[in-house]
Each structure stands twice: as C-alpha cells, then as structure tokens.
C-alpha cells in the first residue's frame, strides 16, 4: 500500500463548478499536511498548507482528519486556471521526509 | 526568492555510464531532497539530505548515491545508468524550522538512457 494514496481522476468540471479531492495517508506519525500544484511539464509549487482546525485560501478549503488519516482540498468557483495536478503531501521524521501522493488530475472546461 | 538551480534540464546518457546530476539552492535551507517522476507513480522519493554529509534513503534508493559536501549542493550519483533509470529527476530544498514549511523545486532534469 502506498503511503499517501490519491483518486489519480482526471476530474473535468465546468467552470464554476465546485470539486473536492481526497487523500488518505497510512503513517500515524506524519506529522504535517500540504497540497501542492503541479502544472503541466513544470516543478510542484505549495498550495496551501493542511492543519487540523481547517483552513481557508480564497476559493480554496483544506481539512485534516488525524483519528482517520484522511486529508481534503476544496476548490469553489473553478476557473480555468484551476486546471493542474493537485498533490497531496505529508511529512514525517526528525528529518521531515517529505512523501507525495500519486497526485489528481483537475481540468476546468469552459 | 528562493531558487534551486538543477545542473541540466534534458541529458541524454548511454547504458552503463556514471551519471552526475547537480542541485545548488541559496536559501541556506536544511534539508534536499531527490525525486524521481514518472507517469502514473508520481514523486518517488530517492534520498534526502537533512545536514551536510547526512543522508538518508528514501522509497528508491537502488542504483543511486548522493553527496552533500556543501550545505548548498546536493548531487544525485547514477553508479551504472540504466534504462529503467530514464526519467524526470527534481531536486528540493526546504527548511522547516525557518519559518517556512515550503519545499522550492528545482525545474527538473529528463534524463534518457539509450
């Protein structure tokens, strides 16, 4: 089983339309929460960071569920923009490893 | 801004050559980081670095080494190339304790083994 573990999609949505990913993580002792963007044939770029109480970027919400290892991001309002791979991503150890889920393909059609 | 400067953006290598991939970043950051890309596996983690002259192995080490002699630079050492070694390689830098939980990508390296 992989560690951090995604719905690879693609997930095509109108504009305007409101998509929500998830992910799952199988390390209990990971200890921090990220999504990151990656677009098309360029470098990963943070998102956003996950904490536990929940947290709000504009059109974007994450939340964080420890007691189920489960982690979510949610796009309102979809541009064109949006249109990416969403990679789920969490780190662990002294040394703060960080692994990346398989990543979810997102495409906004107008 | 924080930049991480791969050595390469396209190589080419033949089977069996020693291949030297560099990253330098200059934020002063802790920890590099190796992943390979491929399609449909996403980021797998080779090795990171949390210190200069520390390493540790990460998802898919074999076939490969690193080097960290200087906190800036951290290399990825293809012993003997293969051709299940073509793939896209990204180099990270980040530092945890400063205020800042990002990891900053270098632009990649393609590497193909013919």
């Known amino acids: 089983r992989k560690e951090v573990e995604q719905d690879p999609g693609p997930f095509n949505v109108p504009e305007g339309a409101t998509v929500a990913f998830n992910c799952t993580y199988s390390?209990?002792?990971?200890?921090?929460f990220f999504w990151y963007r990656q677009d098309c044939r360029k470098e990963p770029k943070l998102l956003m960071s996950?904490?536990?109480s929940g947290n709000e970027d504009g059109r974007f919400t994450a939340q964080l569920n420890r007691a189920s290892q489960y982690i979510s991001l949610l796009i309102r309002d979809s541009k064109l923009s949006d249109s990416a791979t969403y990679l789920c991503?969490?780190?662990?150890?002294?040394?703060?490893?960080?692994?990346f889920g398989g990543g979810t393909r997102l495409m906004v059609k107008p | 801004d924080v930049k991480v400067t791969q050595s390469s953006r396209y190589l080419v290598k033949r089977t069996g050559e020693k291949v030297f991939l560099e990253c330098v970043q200059d934020?002063?950051?802790?920890?590099m980081f190796w992943y390979r890309q491929d399609p449909g596996l996403g980021l797998r983690l080779i090795y990171f670095?949390?210190?200069?002259?520390?390493?540790e192995k990460g998802d898919i080490p074999e076939g490969y080494s690193v080097s960290r002699e200087k906190k800036e630079r951290f290399s990825l050492i293809l012993e003997s190339a293969s051709t299940n070694q073509t793939s896209m390689y990204l180099c990270?830098?980040?530092?945890?304790?400063?205020?800042?939980?990002?990891?900053?990508f270098g632009q990649g390296t393609r590497l193909t083994v013919v």
């Open positions: 990270a830098s980040r530092d945890p304790d400063r205020g800042g939980a990002e990891a900053f």
């Open positions: 390390n209990s002792a990971s200890q921090s």
């Open positions: 996950v904490y536990s």
């Open positions: 991503v969490v780190s662990r150890g002294a040394g703060n490893m960080l692994t």
């Open positions: 934020m002063d950051h802790e920890n």
């Open positions: 670095s949390y210190d200069v002259k520390m390493k």
